[in-house]
Structure formats: structure tokens, C-alpha cells
């Protein structure tokens, strides 16, 4: 971090000596202007300044004026001895500059200012965050998907809008997380905002249509193959390839009924990004099959 503070300070000094100089040199050259148009201006009022009498063979005198050559633009020897001062100051401050990149390289600090700059400039949706998730399709969705607490007030835009919706946000906590593990940016609020004005959703029902992950979804620039009667081999399958499976457990089977995320699975167990605040994180088949009546949408970038 000092390292960091070194270089902008250093940036800064340099822009500013620079600039001083730009400024001097304007100052000057108008200055100079000035100068000269007084004087020519006193030339010419002038009726016998400049007059030279020529006596020609006829025996006539005749008039000429001299020119008065305009001097060119130069600057005083004290600008010069400024500019050479400054120029042996910037080459010090550059030296430096060197100094504290090859440090900061050395101790990750630069590389942790890029990760941070990255986040906050890769909170929209752009023709990158396309580019970025076919590049996390390749290296396995599924592994790369992080867990959000549908309960956490820093996914949400106010304690207004969590004391609203966080108890009733399952869904909108499984679309961000399967969104963010294909390279996106994006909290709960922004899913939110798109999946409440559409109507997919309330914070007394939740998610009202299983069709209201596609709709939702396909506002980001996503697709979504959804079906009611998937088997869970399917689903393991499928998540195991590399592509998160978001999967319903439904009110006659599961208390108040819950939409969560499959990320993988084996012979004995299913693998679960679970944003509620039981946080399951692996449930038996057994377990799995007795929640789950067969609803599941795969999420993938268009």
C-alpha cells in the first residue's frame, strides 16, 4: 500500500512540475508579445524612425524605410536553468516510480489493487462479462460458484429492502450465484430489482412460477433449460460437467418450500450451495430425493 501511495504521489508531483512549466512558458511567450507589438507600435508613430535618404544619380532624394525584423520567440536563461532542474527531478521520481512497482510486484500489493479496481469496475453488464463467462464455462462453473447468505444485509441496498425480502430471496440468491460463477459481479439487489419488476417474484410467495428463473435470467444474458421432471442423475450429471444446477424443494416437501444450487455429486451424496440460514452443504440421495420433487433450470450464458 505504500508502495501504491509512493507512485500516485510521485504521478502527481510530476503532472504538477509539468504543468508549471506549460504555464511559465505561456506567461513568457505573452509577455514577449506584448513587447513587441509596443514597439512596433511606437515605430510607427515615429516620422523620421527607420527614414534613410538615398541620393540618386538624378539628383533626388528618395525615402526609404527600414524593416524592423521581428525578433523570434525565446525564453529567458532562467527558464532553461527551471526546465533543467525539473527534467533531472522528473528522472528521479521516475527511477522511483521503478523502484516501487518492482516492490510492489514483489509483495502483491499492485496485484491486490488490480483485483479491487476489477471488482468495482465490473459491476454491469458488458460484451467482458460475455467474454469472461465463456472463459469460466471452460474451467468449470460448478467449481468456481461461492455460496451468498440470502440473509447477509451487504447483498441487499438498504436494511429497508432486506427486511422486505431477505427471508423470501432463495432464488434471487441461486440466479447471483450461478451469475457470479460465470463471471459476473452482481449482489442480490440487482437480481432482485430485475426479478421484482417483472413480477417473478414477492416477498409473501417468493418465486411465484418456476418459469421466473428463464425470464429473470434471460434480462443478464443468459439462457435456461428448465424442466420439472428432471432425475437427480441428470442433475448430478450435469452439475458435475461443470454447470450448476438450481433445483426446488417445494412447500408440501420442504417448510415454506426453497430453491437452492447443486454443484456436484457423487454415489452417496449431492452437493449443494444452500443460501439459507441452514447453510446445507451436502445432503444424502435419501435426503435429497425426499425434498425435492424433480424441478431443476441450468442457467448458462447466451
Known amino acids: 500500500m505504500v508502495s501504491v501511495a509512493v507512485i500516485v504521489l510521485s504521478l502527481v508531483i510530476i503532472l504538477l512540475m509539468v504543468s508549471n512549466l506549460f504555464v511559465s512558458a505561456s506567461r513568457t511567450y505573452r509577455q514577449q508579445q506584448k513587447v513587441e507589438v509596443t514597439e512596433a507600435q511606437e515605430a510607427h508613430t515615429a516620422d523620421t ?18 524593416s524592423l525584423a521581428s525578433p523570434g520567440f525565446t525564453l529567458p ?52 462479462d460475455i467474454r469472461a463467462a465463456a472463459h469460466v464455462t471452460a474451467l468449470n462453473a460448478s467449481q468456481q460458484l461461492v455460496r451468498i447468505s440470502q440473509l447477509d444485509p451487504a447483498q441487499y441496498n438498504s436494511n429497508s429492502e432486506w427486511n422486505t425480502w431477505a427471508y423470501s430471496a432463495c432464488s434471487t440468491a441461486s440466479m447471483t450465484e450461478v451469475f457470479d460463477a460465470y463471471g459476473r459481479h452482481f449482489r442480490i ?15 409473501q410467495m417468493g418465486l411465484l412460477d418456476p418459469s421466473g428463473i428463464q425470464q429473470t435470467a434471460a434480462q443478464f444474458g443468459f439462457k435456461t433449460n428448465w424442466g420439472n421432471s428432471w432425475t437427480l442423475d441428470q ?68
Request: contains cysteine; proline residues 4%; neutral net charge.
Open 189 to 203: 439487489t440487482d437480481v432482485l430489482a430485475v426479478e421484482a419488476q417483472i413480477g417473478a417474484i414477492t416477498p
Open 49 to 66: 524612425q527607420g527614414l534613410v535618404l538615398v541620393h540618386t544619380q538624378l539628383g533626388m532624394l528618395v525615402s526609404t524605410r527600414k
Open 77 to 128: 536563461p532562467h527558464w532553461y536553468s527551471r526546465l533543467r532542474t525539473y527534467v533531472s527531478l522528473i528522472l528521479l521520481l521516475m527511477v522511483l516510480i521503478t523502484f516501487c512497482i518492482q516492490r510492489g510486484l514483489a509483495d502483491g500489493t499492485l496485484q491486490n489493487l488490480s483485483r479491487g479496481l476489477t471488482y468495482f469496475g465490473s459491476t454491469q453488464f458488458s460484451t467482458n
Open 235 to 302: 442433475v448430478i450429471n450435469t452439475a458435475n460437467s461443470g454447470k450448476p444446477v438450481i433445483v426446488g424443494f417445494p412447500p408440501d416437501r420442504y417448510a415454506g418450500g426453497h430453491l437452492l444450487v447443486v454443484i456436484g455429486g457423487d454415489s452417496t451424496n449431492v452437493y449443494l450451495a444452500d443460501s439459507s440460514s441452514w447453510n446445507h452443504r451436502a445432503l444424502t440421495h435419501d435426503q435429497f430425493l425426499q425434498w425435492w420433487a424433480g424441478y431443476a433450470a441450468v442457467v448458462t450464458p447466451e
